[in-house]
């Protein structure tokens, strides 16, 4: 803004000049340019300032107070500091001059008016008014952008993507629940228990709605949709299988076994993977909306530095150039700009907390005691299958060759779930889902139920081998007792599993449900509070300068 | 076709499993061309035999191939099996002494350290398929094990124990038939066994107690008509490492083969989901389809030769004689005999009354 003296200075007065400005200004239509403020600009007082530069070079007392003061303090004391933030000032007005050689008049007058605005002083004080309020108000209009964008992003977390996730998840339990339990009923024959009937179909029907509710919220992830077709499409064939199984060992035919190992081929096949893969991509976007909650609000940042850097630089010219120290204005204004700053600061740090602990505590824990659910039911559906299908399917190749198909699917699943390979007793490994799962648990109240569910699994391990021990004997209706009876069967330990596992999936859900809530209302009134304080500080800065502007009428 | 099947010829040739691996050893060469011979003057007779099936003559392969030995226009099998059972039955090649597998001991009602060592036990350990109908199955609403196996089971325990009932029944998967009578796990293995060289160096056979042969299974109204020609572009079900794999591998009439899952019984879930045209398998557990599903029936006739034995551990010496001396008296009676009776009541319906004879036995002793 104090550029203007030299870009003035070199052409009239020969003064010497720097190489830079030298440089700038060797363009001759800038010399022609800027003769014509004078004609332009207002005669007589008007000169006073227009010629401000010279003036302040040659040391001419001007008439106005405010420039005598700045113009010597510019040539004599500072020299390098009013021009170096004046440069790009400068900069951005050189580049326009080549232009105008053959811009009609108009072109030329509104070029004019710009110069002029950039060389004189209340022309000066109008432009950094300008600048001061543009940054202001997009410091508040990018805080609440970026602010209520991780806030939606914040409330996608606990309203849609670890609903979805959970419904995913939801989804996949209720396909490996029905399989298992389609296979107890099967071989309860005759005698099912209404009750397992009962859980069969109601998780038949969560599946379905739960599939129906999915592909309407689905949210256009391609991948998602496809899964759920593929889903839909599959699961009334399962259940068709699983009815032809049951109207055939009603019969007493042994096809119904086969049916029945054709539907637990087609669940573990089609139906389950789809549902993991859906559960995945929910779990992904869950993660995504975590990550756009917490990323920094960096643009505001940036901008919120400039404009106090401005309105500091600002105040600072105000000071050298009237000794006065305080513009109100420009304090309002930077009063509001760092209260926006300390809140957007405060925010985000609250905020990626909160969200960070309810990852950590809540999502992570959930994924893994999910898993670990899944794999206890797949585990019973095989515990059951095993004597469904009494040796029709045996492992054809690897390590497993010979061994009942459904006896080493078990074992898998118990190595996931507690690790030890097969071993029946102490802790879980720490890399097994239980094992992890005890980790993740933060407080007793969820470590609780995983130790729970750990002394079900090793109950099962123990009367699994019992029943295995009695079917492998021959007495089979005593190992069917021991798989599907009441008391001491190892139905009863997969029920202490599972209810252990869904009491802390939902004390878990709950965690992370309080924890984002915390998270999510670091946000509050903060978009609606930058956007006041931007107005405020915009208007003070306005204000400020306007004073400022003012002593020149 | 029966009676063609039981010419004298038949027995020559019958020296070699019939997976169709080259004769490796100088004697086994021979035989091979011996067999060669044989199958070349049974086709030959063939021509004259009235109700001689074409396709039989299909199935002589010639010298030059050296391999696939077709022992008297039928392949024997390995393993007629419901399910993957090739792990146990590897054929260790070398000098052959197996001219025919199904040649067991000389019946003999004396007890010796095998039978003494069940009366102590006090019951009966048998290896059995609960899967297989008709043959082997618990049924879901009374818990009781029938079938044909099992009847011959309990004539064993009424005859070592003086009780059918004393029998533990093992339900034992296809490949364990082996292991679990070299670990004495059980006492005999009566499920649906066919009695080939593999598994004769392993354990010790009774002599044959039925006679079954690789055979197609389709609906009553399909256009298929057994393993020939109409099998061309049908979609046809076998199950894995069994006999009708094999057997399709060497010829498949232009059927298309779906693959193989892990059961026989398997193959009629595909057919009633329309998966698959035809089920092949042999026609003792296809008969069991059959019985489930009446809109299925055999097609054809039976395309290779399969006798089922009662498995035991080769040291039970004993325990074989005694197991054959049940068989005789199983068999004694003609129409009114147990094994008739017991053909009546659990497979005449699907196999055809009076169709199968309990096979004659032969001894090696």
Same mark, same amino acid.
């Given at each position: 803004m104090s550029q203007p003296p030299?870009?003035?200075?070199?052409?009239?007065?020969?003064?010497?000049?720097? @190489? $830079? !400005? #030298? *440089?700038?200004? &060797? =363009? @001759? $239509? !800038? #010399? *022609?340019?800027? &003769? =014509?403020p004078g004609t332009t600009g207002a005669p007589g007082p008007g000169g006073a300032y227009s010629t401000a530069g010279p003036a302040g070079t040659a040391g001419l007392p001007g008439p106005a107070d405010t420039y005598s003061t700045a113009g010597p303090a510019g040539t004599a004391g500072v020299p390098g500091a009013p021009g170096s933030p004046g440069d790009p000032g400068a900069g951005a007005a050189a580049p326009a001059p080549p232009a105008p050689e053959a811009a009609p008049p108009a072109w030329r007058e509104a070029l004019d008016r710009l110069r002029a605005a950039a060389v004189t002083e209340p022309g000066r004080l109008r432009s950094i008014g300008a600048v001061l309020a543009v940054l202001i108000l997009a410091f508040g209009t990018v805080t609440a952008w970026q602010v209520s964008e991780r806030a939606s992003s914040a409330d996608a977390v606990v309203h849609r993507s670890?609903?979805?996730?959970?419904?995913?998840?939801?989804i996949y339990r209720s396909l490996a629940d029905a399989d298992a339990t389609a296979a107890g009923g099967f071989l309860a024959g005759a005698k099912e228990p209404r009750e397992v009937r009962v859980r069969y179909e109601r998780d038949i029907r969560t599946a379905s709605t739960r599939l129906a509710k999915a592909a309407a919220n689905t949210g256009g992830s391609a991948a998602g949709r496809e899964q759920i077709t593929r889903l839909g499409e599959r699961l009334p064939v399962y259940t068709g299988l699983v009815e032809a199984a049951r109207a055939n060992n009603r019969q007493g035919l042994p096809l119904g076994g086969a049916y029945l190992r054709y539907a637990n081929d087609t669940m573990a096949r089609e139906l389950l993977p789809a549902a993991r893969e859906l559960y995945d991509i929910e779990s992904a976007r869950l993660d995504q909306d975590y990550t756009e909650a917490k990323a920094g609000p960096w643009a505001a940042v940036a901008i919120g530095v400039a404009a106090l850097g401005a309105l500091g630089w600002a105040q600072w010219r105000h000071r050298v150039r009237t000794n006065r120290v305080f513009n109100q204005g420009l304090l309002v204004a930077t009063g509001c700009c760092t209260a926006m700053m300390l809140w957007l600061a405060v925010a985000h740090g609250m905020a990626r907390a909160g969200l960070n602990e309810s990852n950590d505590?809540?999502?992570?824990?959930?994924?893994?005691?999910?898993?670990?659910?899944?794999?206890?039911?797949?585990?019973?559906?095989?515990?059951?299958?095993?004597?469904?299908?009494?040796?029709?399917?045996?492992?054809?190749?690897?390590?497993?060759?010979?061994?009942?198909?459904?006896?080493?699917?078990?074992?898998?699943?118990?190595?996931?779930?507690?690790?030890?390979?097969?071993?029946?007793?102490?802790?879980?490994?720490?890399?097994?889902?239980?094992?992890?799962a005890a980790a993740l648990a933060d407080d007793e109240a969820g470590r609780t139920p995983v130790a729970e569910a750990l002394r079900g699994v090793r109950e099962w391990q123990q009367r699994h081998r019992t029943a295995r021990e009695t079917d492998d004997k021959g007495d089979y209706d005593k190992a069917l007792k021991t798989v599907i009876g009441k008391e001491?069967?190892?139905?009863?330990?997969?029920?202490?599993?599972?209810?252990?596992?869904?009491?802390?999936?939902?004390?878990?859900?709950?965690?992370?449900?309080?924890?984002?809530?915390?998270?999510?209302?670091?946000?509050?009134?903060?978009?609606?509070?930058?956007?006041?304080?931007?107005?405020?500080?915009?208007?003070?800065?306005?204000?400020?300068?306007?004073?400022?502007?003012?002593e020149y009428r | 076709m029966r009676g063609w099947r039981r010419t004298p010829e038949r027995t020559d040739p019958r020296g070699r499993p019939a997976t169709g691996r080259p004769a490796r050893s100088?004697?086994?060469?021979?035989?091979?061309?011996?067999?060669?011979?044989?199958?070349?003057?049974?086709?030959?007779?063939?021509?004259?035999?009235?109700?001689?099936?074409?396709?039989?003559?299909?199935?002589?392969?010639?010298?030059?191939?050296?391999?696939?030995?077709?022992?008297?226009?039928?392949?024997?099998?390995?393993?007629?099996?419901?399910?993957?059972?090739?792990?146990?039955f590897e054929d260790e090649t070398g000098p052959q002494d197996c001219d025919s597998p199904e040649a067991s001991l000389r019946p003999s009602g004396a007890s010796g350290p095998a039978v003494k060592r069940i009366r102590a036990k006090g019951f009966l350990v048998a290896g059995v398929d609960q899967n297989s109908y008709r043959w082997g199955y618990r049924d879901p609403a009374t818990g009781r094990l029938g079938g044909f196996d099992i009847e011959l089971v309990r004539a064993i325990a009424a005859n070592i124990l003086g009780d059918p009932d004393k029998v533990v029944y093992r339900a034992i998967p296809t490949s364990q038939r082996v292991p679990?009578?070299?670990?004495?796990?059980?006492?005999?293995?009566?499920?649906?066994?066919?009695?080939?060289c593999a598994r004769a160096r392993q354990v010790a056979f009774s002599t044959a107690y039925f006679q079954a042969g690789q055979q197609v299974l389709a609906a009553r109204n399909s256009p298929i008509t057994g393993y020939d020609e109409t099998l061309r572009g049908r979609r046809v079900c076998t199950a894995k490492g069994s006999t009708a794999q094999a057997e399709l591998a060497k010829k498949s009439y232009g059927a298309r083969l779906l693959p193989p899952v892990p059961n026989q019984l398997d193959c009629l879930v595909r057919l009633q989901l329309g998966e698959a045209d035809a089920v092949i398998t042999d026609n003792a557990l296809a008969a069991g389809?059959?019985?489930?599903?009446?809109?299925?029936?055999?097609?054809?006739?039976?395309?290779?030769?399969?006798?089922?034995?009662?498995?035991?551990?080769?040291?039970?010496?004993?325990?074989?004689?005694?197991?054959?001396?049940?068989?005789?008296?199983?068999?004694?009676?003609?129409?009114?005999?147990?094994?008739?009776?017991?053909?009546?009541?659990?497979?005449?319906?699907d196999l055809g009354k009076g169709k199968t004879k309990p096979p004659k036995p032969k001894y090696k002793d």
């Open positions: 030299s870009t003035g200075g070199p052409v009239p007065t020969g003064r010497p000049h720097g @190489p $830079g !400005a #030298a *440089g700038t200004h &060797s =363009v @001759p $239509g !800038a #010399a *022609g340019a800027y &003769s =014509v670890q609903p979805l996730s959970a419904d995913a998840a939801r505590r809540g999502a992570a824990s959930l994924r893994v005691l999910n898993q670990a659910r899944i794999d206890t039911l797949r585990a019973r559906g095989a515990e059951n299958l095993t004597l469904v299908a009494r040796g029709a399917d045996v492992v054809t190749e690897g390590p497993d060759q010979g061994r009942d198909a459904y006896e080493v699917l078990f074992q898998e699943q118990l190595d996931e779930l507690v690790g030890g390979s097969g071993r029946a007793e102490g802790p879980a490994a720490p890399d097994s889902l239980l094992g992890r001491g069967s190892t139905g009863e330990s997969f029920d202490r599993v599972d209810t252990a596992l869904s009491r802390a999936l939902a004390h878990e859900q709950r965690e992370f449900r309080s924890a984002a809530d915390d998270g999510r209302a670091a946000f509050t009134g903060l978009a609606v509070g930058a956007g006041v304080l931007a107005v405020l500080g915009a208007a003070g800065a306005v204000l400020g300068i306007g004073r400022r502007l003012a | 100088r004697r086994g060469r021979i035989r091979a061309v011996a067999a060669v011979g044989a199958v070349g003057a049974l086709t030959a007779g063939a021509a004259v035999l009235p109700g001689a099936v074409p396709h039989r003559a299909d199935r002589t392969h010639p010298v030059g191939h050296g391999a696939p030995l077709a022992q008297g226009g039928r392949a024997r099998s390995d393993d007629s099996q419901d399910s993957g059972a090739y792990s146990d679990a009578l070299r670990q004495r796990t059980v006492d005999v293995v009566v499920r649906t066994t066919t009695i080939n389809q059959a019985a489930q599903d009446p809109s299925v029936e055999l097609k054809g006739s039976p395309f290779t030769d399969e006798l089922y034995g009662v498995a035991m551990n080769k040291d039970d010496t004993d325990l074989v004689r005694r197991v054959n001396k049940v068989l005789d008296d199983y068999r004694a009676g003609g129409k009114h005999s147990r094994w008739q009776r017991a053909y009546d009541e659990w497979l005449a319906k």
